[in-house]
């Protein structure tokens, strides 16, 4: 499997972690629609991970996508920063290193040495 692949899917579950101790730090705060929100997020992000593990290469458009869709919901991270300084870091956190998984998808391999070219 790909190195890129393996990094990204590690990121993804470190994501995930990430994501549910943010939960568990929530539980004043959260509602029951809260928890099943949280909790399927957190199933998404695995199940992503496992996609990734597996090198999967349609994933990562799915991702992009799935990144550009949730833009939006930056502002809710900046007002958890400011409310609640703890889940706002964990939030931003996950959210930078999922970023940063699917940056590692696309970034082409490149060849180690020109030997390798010609094998």
């Known amino acids: 499997m790909n190195k890129q692949y393996k ?6 579950f470190a994501s995930a972690a990430i994501g549910s101790v943010n ?3 929530s539980y004043e705060i959260y509602t029951l629609n809260d928890w099943i929100m949280s ?3 957190v199933l998404l992000v695995v199940g992503i991970g ?3 593990s597996k090198g999967y290469e349609w994933v990562k458009y799915v991702l992009l996508l799935l990144i550009l869709i949730s833009l939006d919901g930056f502002q809710f991270i900046l007002q958890d920063l400011k409310e609640y300084p703890v889940n706002g870091i964990l939030s931003l956190l996950l959210s930078l290193l999922q970023i940063i ?5 696309f970034i082409k391999k490149p060849f180690t040495s020109n030997n390798e ?3």
């Open 23 to 25: 939960a568990l730090l």
């Open 101 to 105: 998984a699917i940056v590692i998808l």
């Open 39 to 41: 909790f399927m997020s």
């Open 7 to 12: 990094i990204a899917s590690k990121l993804y």
């Open 117 to 119: 070219q010609f094998e």
């Open 50 to 52: 496992i996609l990734v």
